[in-house]
């Protein structure tokens, strides 16, 4: 998914982003501000992925709940 896309549709997927990974606060959510990278990071940090990891996961789970 595009940067652009993905910042555009932030608000409709951050609940479904946060079912998927229970460890992202809130708060965590406020800091990413639909920035894919940021939120690749976040996954980096708090679930030990390596950044193609959190990206094909990210991609993965978009994409199988209709958002990509």
């Known amino acids: ?3 652009d896309v993905f910042q555009g549709k932030w608000k ?3 609940g479904q982003i946060k079912e998927w990974w229970g460890k992202l606060t809130d708060d965590d959510l406020d800091r990413v501000e639909g920035k894919i990278d940021q939120l ?3 996954l980096q940090q708090k679930y030990g992925y390596s950044r193609e ?3 094909e996961e990210i991609n993965r789970r978009l ?4 958002f990509a």
Do not use: T
Request: aromatic letters at 6%; proline letters at 0%; charged letters at 30%.
């Open 53 to 55: 990891y959190a990206q």
């Open 1 to 3: 998914m595009n940067k």
């Open 63 to 66: 994409e199988a709940a209709k």
């Open 40 to 42: 690749v990071g976040l």
């Open 12 to 14: 409709e997927m951050r």
